[in-house]
C-alpha cells in the first residue's frame, strides 16, 4: 500500500484564491517534500520539510508538517491558471537501513482564470 | 543541459519481448529510482539504488530487472513484457545529502499490446 495519501483528490478554484491540499502517511520519516507535474511531464521539486520543522515557505507555498497527526499541508496562495497541475507528497520510508521515496495519489489542482 | 535522460520517450511492445529503458544523470547523483506511473495510482516505486552496485526492490519489483554498474546509468529492464506493465515510466535522481529533492526525467510513455 501506499505511504502517502493525498486529500482532495481534485481541487477546482478560482485565479487569485488559495489552494490547500493535504497529505497523510504511515511510518516514521526524515523528511517530506512536495512535486508538481504538469500534464504528460515529469515531476518537479516543489519544497522540502525536515521532521524537525512545523512550518516552511517558498514563494507562495507554505507547507505543514504534523508528524503526530502524520499528515502535511501545502498551501498555494493567490493562484495562477499557471498552478493548474497534479501536486504529490512524498516521503521517505525506511526499509532495511535504508531510505526510499513514497509518493502518494497526488491531487488535481485546476485554476481557473 | 544538466539533468536526468530517458529513452526512448515512446515505445510500443509485443507480449513476450524484453526490452531496457535507459536512464542517465549527469549530476554525479548517487541515488537513482525507478517508478511507473498507472492513472489514479500516483507513482509507485519499481527499484531504487543508493550507489553503483547497490540496488534494492520497491513496492512494485515483479517483472523488472536493474542494474548500477556506473553512477550516471540505470537501465529497468522488462524481462517478459505483459499488458499490466503498460505505463509511464520515471527516472529520478537525487544526491545522498539529506534534504534535496529529486530530479525526474522527462518519463517513457510504454504499451504492451
Known amino acids: 500500500s501506499q505511504q502517502g495519501e493525498e486529500d482532495p483528490q481534485a481541487l477546482s478554484i478560482q485565479e487569485g484564491e488559495n489552494a490547500t491540499m493535504n497529505c497523510s502517511y504511515k511510518?516514521?520519516?526524515?523528511?517530506l517534500q512536495w512535486y508538481r507535474q504538469n500534464s504528460g511531464r515529469g515531476l518537479v521539486h516543489l519544497i522540502l520539510i525536515r521532521s524537525n520543522e512545523r512550518e516552511k515557505h517558498s514563494g507562495r507555498l507554505r507547507v505543514t508538517l504534523d508528524t503526530s497527526k502524520k499528515s502535511s499541508s501545502l498551501l498555494i496562495t493567490a493562484s495562477r491558471a499557471a498552478d493548474t497541475a497534479s501536486y504529490f507528497c512524498?516521503?521517505?520510508?525506511?526499509?532495511?537501513?535504508?531510505?526510499?521515496?513514497?509518493f502518494g495519489t497526488g491531487t488535481r489542482l485546476k485554476v481557473l482564470a | 543541459n544538466a539533468g536526468v535522460t530517458q529513452t526512448p520517450k515512446f515505445q510500443v511492445l509485443k507480449t513476450g519481448q524484453s526490452m531496457t529503458l535507459q536512464c542517465a544523470q549527469d549530476m554525479n547523483h548517487e541515488y537513482m529510482s525507478w517508478y511507473r506511473q498507472d492513472p489514479g495510482m500516483g507513482l509507485r516505486l519499481i527499484h531504487y539504488?543508493?550507489?553503483?552496485?547497490?540496488?534494492d526492490q520497491g513496492e512494485v519489483p515483479n517483472g523488472y530487472n536493474v542494474s548500477r554498474s556506473t553512477t550516471e546509468d540505470f537501465p529497468l529492464r522488462l524481462l517478459s513484457a505483459a499488458p499490466s506493465q503498460t505505463s509511464v515510466y520515471f527516472c529520478a535522481s537525487r544526491g545522498a545529502r539529506a534534504g534535496y529533492g529529486y530530479t525526474f526525467g522527462s518519463g517513457t510513455r510504454l504499451t504492451i499490446v
Open positions: 539504488s543508493v550507489g553503483a552496485g547497490i540496488t
Open positions: 512524498a516521503t521517505d520510508a525506511r526499509t532495511s537501513g535504508t531510505y526510499k521515496y513514497i
Open positions: 511510518t516514521s520519516i526524515n523528511n
